[in-house]
């Protein structure tokens, strides 16, 4: 870390990556001759808090209140020195910043653009198109890590030019905060699953107990949410979730939807098919449970069962769960063009993390119920479960119905990313009660 001489301090000030409800990113610039542009920052004043700083900064530069916005995650520490020239003239050596991600209540909330010269211009872009010789070269170090703090880091330098092309696709079904594009799997993307760390926690810099504070506001939203959703009877929202044994499935159930109105949430465990089901084709016990109109369901396991176990057990000939992925891709786009909006998740978890999780089921005579023979067995083909995973989230994650591969060693992390991944997509159905058909002035309660 850098040594200020004695002569000078270092400025302590607060920065803002804004990002919009779409999670597009707000940056302004002067109407003049300098070429780069700024994220909101500002120093902070005598006897003023960092919060208070922030705050007060994105009021004057760009017109948005606190109400507008939530603070998602703070990353303190952050130096840059002032260019030799720049420092001839004041008494600070450079900046000592904390940078605050915060989103936006809406899209693209409106900005006042005359508050301050610095923002006379602004433009919301896309993560992906922020480059760092955009902004001036003394503070691009301290803007890399900020942003690979919030977001993790930049996608590799070397992949092909089509794959970039892929990552810029967004469709509206899958309109998402850029922030949830870390875990989204790209439709026509070589997938590589050592790619995505089980134990990632980028897009949240705070504490486990910290998290459970913003966990909380996400969990009443998607409250309120589900509430217009059901009144509303237009939009149907399938939600599926895979992983190993142990993988976290029911502790998501249990925990992001634990204040969801039972009315609205239908939750599908499916086991082992029954003689009846193996009758019909793989689909007929999966098509009656889909969703209905103003109704969340939720796949606790899935369809995606008769391709993975069925591959990896050997349960029939290569050649029959090979045909499923052609029959899934269709069942899913007639449902998507009915409007569905389907939200696939995989819950990532190290092999030594389920480990922890089988043993702890022994240990424990409360969940001494969950433990199975057969997760032994799997686990034995452990390897072979994740080539299979790798290869049917690859061929199946498309546009309409995208898979997101959510980091599952951490459950808290898991919990967060998940809930604030499903509010998002929520938002983006505009979801309102519907308008009554009568005057309520007019009614009169008889007593």
Known sequence: MDTPSPARTWRINAAAIIMDA?????????????????????????????????????????????????????????????????????????????????????????????????FAKTKWVLLQDIKLEMFPKFKRKVIKDALTQFFGPPPAANRSSAEKRVDRLAPSSTLTSHTMNRYLVPPGKKLRLKDYPTDDRSLFSGT?????????????????????????????????????????????????????????????????????????????RVHKEVPTKGQIAIFNRSHYEDIIAVRVKKIFPDPVWKRRYKHVLDFESMLAEEGTTIIK?????????????????????????????????????????????????????????????????????????????IVEKLRHLQLAFPTPNFDPATISIPD
């Open 208 to 284: 486990k107990e910290e998290s459970l504070v913003e966990f909380d506001k996400l969990r009443e939203e998607l409250q309120e949410l589900q509430k217009k959703l059901f009144a509303q009877h237009k939009h149907k929202i399938l939600v599926i979730l895979q992983a190993m044994d142990a993988g976290g499935k029911d502790g998501c159930v249990k925990h992001v939807f634990s204040r969801v109105d039972p009315q609205g949430l239908h939750v599908v465990p499916f086991k082992k098919p029954t003689p009846e089901e193996l009758d019909h084709d793989f689909l007929w």
């Open 345 to 421: 998740l995989f819950l990532n978890i190290s092999k030594a993390e389920q480990k922890k999780r089988l043993e702890s089921r022994l240990q424990d005579p409360d969940k001494l119920w969950k433990f199975c023979m057969d997760d032994l067995d799997d686990r034995n083909r452990w390897d072979e479960f994740q080539a299979a995973y790798q290869d049917l989230i690859e061929k199946t994650s498309t546009p309409e119905a995208p898979w997101y591969i959510i980091p599952g060693d951490r459950k808290w992390y898991r919990n967060l990313v998940i809930a604030r991944l």
């Open 22 to 118: 779409d999670g597009y990113i707000l940056l302004g610039k002067d109407h003049g001759r300098n070429p780069y542009w700024h994220f909101p920052q500002g120093g902070v004043i005598k006897n003023e808090s960092i919060e208070r700083a922030l705050a007060r900064e994105v009021w004057e530069e760009v017109g948005l209140r606190p109400s507008d916005y939530t603070i998602v995650a703070r990353l303190p520490g952050l130096r840059y020195k002032y260019p030799a020239n720049h420092r001839k003239i004041t008494r600070w050596v450079g900046q000592e910043q904390t940078y605050f991600l915060v989103r936006c209540k809406t899209s693209r909330p409106k900005t006042d653009l005359h508050r301050s010269p610095e």
